[in-house]
């Protein structure tokens, strides 16, 4: 059984805490993580936010499973990075080859981590997720940005992210390692309002 995690108004523990920890929480209605060692405890989703999750999760299912490529899952699913690091993006990408690290979670880094910005904490996803996924190899993260309708596109170069660009609704993105998938930009933030 998951305990509720410590919420930033309590007294903070001062010992970095680890995946064993994590796994000892209650399930709870908000969302945590472990970043390098630290629980971060976020809402759930916005309406629009919910629905750019929910619309990227039907392009990639509709175009990978048939052509075999591996499975997409909206968050939260559980992602072992390290022993100090469990996240879940907000969508996430498993190419065919590494299907094996999927247990009860994903053991490892997603081939695609997937991250709309959150209104309530866009600097987690912005600088935190951004140096963890570049650390523990992850191949590609987006970025999405619900207000602008835009999705960064950054691929990792082993010390740095390699920018391939922000694209907004005109733009057709075809991820790398995904021979033959195309993402609507549009399509994802057809959700009205």
């Not at 970095?16 to 390098?36: G, M, N, P, S, V």
């Not at 209104?119 to 523990?136: F, G």
Request: glycine residues 8%.
């Amino acid at each position: 059984m998951r305990h509720r995690p410590i919420l930033p108004f309590m007294p903070r523990d001062s010992h970095q805490k680890t995946a064993d920890d994590y796994f000892a929480l209650d399930d709870d209605e908000c969302r945590t993580e472990l970043i390098e060692g630290e629980f971060v405890v976020s809402p759930a989703p916005v309406v629009r936010h919910q629905a750019a999750i929910a619309m990227l999760v039907a392009i990639l299912i509709r175009q990978v499973k048939p052509l075999g490529l591996g499975w997409v899952f909206g968050g939260p699913l559980d992602s072992v990075l390290s022993p100090k690091s469990v996240v879940h993006p907000d969508v996430l990408f498993v190419a065919t080859a590494n299907l094996s690290r999927l247990m009860k979670c994903l053991e490892g880094p997603p081939d695609l981590a997937v991250e709309f910005l959150s209104p309530s904490n866009p600097e987690n996803d912005l600088n935190r997720k951004m140096k963890l996924y570049l650390r523990h190899g992850v191949p590609q993260y987006w970025i999405g940005d619900v207000d602008a309708k835009t999705i960064r596109v950054l691929e990792n170069g082993g010390d740095h992210w390699i920018e391939r660009g922000t694209f907004g609704p005109e733009a057709v993105i075809r991820p790398a390692g995904m021979a033959g998938v195309e993402v609507s930009v549009a399509e994802v933030y057809s959700f009205p309002g």
